[in-house]
T-cell receptor, first 110, second 116 residues
């Protein structure tokens, strides 16, 4: 069974600081997605990466996919309170069944 | 973008009663829907895969007689928590896969269940 470990588990930072969240898989990703979930809501897709070494940018968010397709990172520049939430990585596992990571809970203080 | 709705958004019930949660794809057809459970401050755990017109497939450790799933149409799946107990209190989230062939799943807003 594939396991997705995210680190750190919790992160509390001041507005304007930078941060990086990591996702490591016990096996090669089929297709990696990053989500953000706010309390009481469903997860919202941020990005999908498929190719090893791929880098995608979404405003202040930069997503990197490891060359071996077993790890990924999410870097946020100049974090804002609106970035607060639970960040989840997920793999489709090739069977349409999504496997979610353990999650990183981010709190950005104003 | 594609929209998935859930109803109700939250429900409180007494122990021993059954609760039905609906998941609807509003602007696309979904041959496959998925049900997840999320405990406080934890990640999403897949409970079952709901296939239109056939029986649901349950993940290991999920009681199929406890969590009844019906996917009677291409836009609706229901999850019924039978004889609910306090330990069933959780956040239940569904997702729907576009029958158009894309792998993207669209998530609903979730249903919070509190069993007293």
């Amino acid at each position: 069974t594939q396991l997705l470990e995210q680190s750190p588990q919790f992160l509390s930072i001041q507005e304007g600081e930078n941060l990086t969240v990591y996702c490591n898989s016990s096996s090669v990703f089929s297709s990696l997605q990053w989500y953000r979930q706010e309390p009481g809501e469903g997860p919202v897709l941020l990005v999908t990466v498929v190719t090893g070494g791929e880098v995608k940018k979404l405003k202040r968010l930069t997503f990197q996919f490891g060359d071996a397709r077993k790890d990924s990172s999410l870097h946020i520049t100049a974090a804002q309170p609106g970035d607060t939430g639970l960040y989840l990585c997920a793999d489709t596992s090739g069977t349409y069944k999504y496997i979610f990571g353990t999650g990183t809970r981010l709190k950005v203080l104003a | 973008g594609a929209v998935v709705s859930q109803h109700p958004s939250w429900v409180i019930c007494k122990s021993g009663t059954s609760v039905k949660i609906e998941c609807r794809s509003l602007d696309f057809q979904a041959t496959t829907m998925f049900w997840y459970r999320q405990f406080p401050k934890q990640s999403l755990m897949l409970m079952a895969t709901s296939n239109e017109g056939s029986k649901a497939t349950y993940e290991q450790g999920v009681e199929k007689d406890k969590f009844l799933i019906n996917h009677a149409s291409l836009t609706l799946s229901t999850l019924t928590v039978t004889s609910a107990h306090p330990e069933d209190s959780s956040f239940y989230i569904c997702s729907a896969r576009d029958a158009g062939g894309l792998e993207t799943q669209y998530f609903g807003p979730g249903t919070r269940l509190l069993v007293l």
